[in-house]
């Protein structure tokens, strides 16, 4: 039908008209067409499709279009097969195949990025001069950073908690990355409540209503691998209940695949970064499943909520009690399964705003300190800790405290992995720059192409939050640092404590606190942890900056001293704010 009736259109216009493809120039069209729209992103292809399924059905069965609509019918003509098939992949791929389109669209979406760095590459080697070099690689910056923040919003899943990590290492991706990836830190689009209802009662057997008296359709908060429910139990409790983000597992699964595969082709041809990737995404394809196992979440959570209760390292700090207690852990609560997880529900907003620090009372940035000295028990004392201390997962609850969320990223070391972590936080601790570049050294920290002081300042970077050194700050004297140091081999088990050092510092800047170094915090627990076990101590931590420590004071029940960190004695905490 559609070849008599271009044979009737074309008679009526006075030639035969035959189809494209009949030659060899018709079939290259087609060839041009189709890799053309490979490129169209996957929310525009049923668009382009339509578009191009009309100028068909235009060309066919219309005699009388007016000129300008015949021309845009006819520009369109070659990409119609093509278009119909892509508009069938994207709409059947998800659904049919749903890892080999994800592979699929992943390689479609990275091969034209490092086509691009790859003849950036070549064109910055035979540029004569270096402003001409650099401002090909500023320029190739600015366009593979938004390419690559659209590939991962439209990719999601665990590419789009990849990039949420990403945009916090200004000192390791160049300037126009961090400014695009930091537009990734909006909240997940929720699940439908069908999958979710399909879930929990899959999990739980027999209907919500069995098991709830009431459960809210809109989740109160929403992430890559589950959304959290606002619910109240047949016994009246209110809870806040997880559920797992239907086929999150097999997507992250296909994700890690195609991210080690690119790493492995970088580092092949040459443009791997100036940070050892390769092993960070080593490092989380060990630890993220773990995040999909709720029963596991579950026993970190109890487990750390015990561990933490009474005075750690003798300190009173009987504010990490249950009551009263300016860090709140929640208490799992009813049945718990791989999928389902339901748990204590604070009431209060999380820290998303940055004014809840930053403009915040003592008490607030009190509750920051103490998260400080929680995590230096969690790492060094028990060897279990939170790794995804973000503001998401920090809530202020309306009682005053600061309430801990999402225990799903807990790392869990070995005896080993827990000694060489204590071992360079004590050795950063003493400001010791021999003892510094051997404890680096020892624990498998590779840094080239940079001095003796470059690689001090790569240590205090990816381990400490001091911020007194000019490349702690976003600036040239960062820039100048990340294009020269090249981390080309970095210890796999200590990353997430590095992660964890990264959002500390990012929590201490909202809250205008510059001037704490956890290193100098976490010291006494790691020099605990290396007695313990008969090992030996580097040297003793570096006294405070000034000579005589002024007269310490008190603020809301918790007690500060100007001009020290450091602990003059148990049972204190200290702020350097003049206030």
């Not at 204590?344 to 920051?368: C, I, K, Q, S, T």
């Not at 990223?409 to 071992?423: D, G, T, V």
């Amino acid at each position: 039908a559609q070849r008599r009736s271009r044979a009737v259109l074309g008679a009526r216009r006075g030639r035969i008209d035959r189809p494209v493809a009949s030659n060899n120039k018709g079939k290259m069209t087609h060839m041009l067409a189709a890799l053309a729209l490979t490129m169209v992103r996957p929310r525009e292809a049923p668009l382009a499709g339509t578009l191009c399924a009309a100028s068909e059905a235009a060309l066919a069965f219309s005699a009388d279009l007016p000129p300008e609509l015949l021309a845009v019918a006819r520009f369109l003509q070659p990409f119609r097969f093509a278009a119909q098939w892509l508009m069938g992949a994207r709409m059947l791929g998800p659904v049919v195949a749903p890892g080999l389109f994800r592979t699929a669209c992943y390689w479609l979406r990275l091969t034209p990025i490092i086509g691009g760095y790859a003849l950036t590459h070549v064109r910055a080697r035979l540029a004569r001069r270096r402003s001409r070099a650099e401002a090909l690689w500023q320029r190739q910056h600015e366009r593979g950073a938004s390419a690559v923040s659209a590939a991962l919003l439209d990719l999601g899943g665990f590419y789009l908690k990849l990039g949420q990590v990403l945009a916090t290492k200004g000192d390791v991706l160049p300037g126009p990355y961090v400014e695009a990836l930091s537009s990734l830190f909006g909240e997940v689009p929720a699940e439908p409540f069908r999958r979710t209802r399909r879930t929990l009662e899959s999990e739980l057997g027999g209907r919500i209503e069995r098991h709830f008296s009431s459960f809210e359709r809109e989740p109160i908060a929403s992430a890559t691998v589950a959304q959290v429910h606002r619910a109240v139990t047949a016994h009246g409790e209110v809870v806040a209940v997880k559920v797992q983000r239907h086929g999150a597992f097999r997507a992250f699964q296909a994700d890690m695949r195609n991210l080690l595969r690119a790493s492995a082709l970088l580092r092949l041809i040459g443009l791997q970064p100036n940070f050892d990737m390769h092993s960070i995404l080593l490092e989380y394809k060990e630890e993220v499943p773990w995040e999909f196992e709720f029963r596991r979440e579950a026993r970190m959570m109890t487990s750390i909520r015990e561990s933490l209760k009474g005075a750690p390292m003798g300190m009173d700090v009987g504010e990490w009690q249950d009551k009263g207690g300016s860090l709140r852990i929640p208490v799992p609560r009813g049945r718990t399964t791989r999928r389902i997880l339901a748990m204590d529900f604070f009431d209060g907003p999380l820290l998303y705003d940055a004014g809840e620090l930053a403009v915040g009372h003592m008490r607030a940035r009190a509750n920051l300190f103490t998260l400080v000295h929680a995590l230096g028990k969690m790492i060094f004392i028990d060897g279990r800790f939170h790794t995804d201390i973000h503001p998401g997962n920090l809530i202020a609850v309306k009682d005053g405290n600061l309430g801990l969320l999402d225990f799903g990223q807990c790392k869990e070391y070995n005896e080993e992995e827990r000694l060489s972590a204590a071992h360079v936080i004590a050795t950063l601790a003493s400001r010791s720059e021999e003892a510094i570049l051997k404890a680096c050294k020892e624990a498998g920290l590779v840094v080239k192409g940079a001095p003796r002081e470059m690689v001090l300042t790569c240590a205090y970077i990816l381990f400490d939050t001091r911020m007194d050194i000019p490349e702690a700050q976003a600036g040239p004297e960062l820039a100048k640092l990340a294009s020269v140091a090249r981390v080309t081999n970095f210890p796999q088990s200590l990353f997430m404590m590095m992660r964890v050092v990264t959002m500390l510092r990012g929590l201490l800047a909202i809250a205008d606190i510059r001037d704490l170094s956890v290193a100098l915090e976490w010291a006494p627990y790691a020099r605990t942890a290396l007695t313990q076990h008969k090992r030996p101590l580097p040297p003793e931590p570096a006294p405070p900056s000034s000579a005589a420590a002024p007269p310490s004071s008190k603020v809301d029940g918790v007690k500060f001293r100007k001009g020290s960190r450091a602990p003059a004695k148990e049972g204190e905490y200290f702020f350097l704010d003049d206030d």
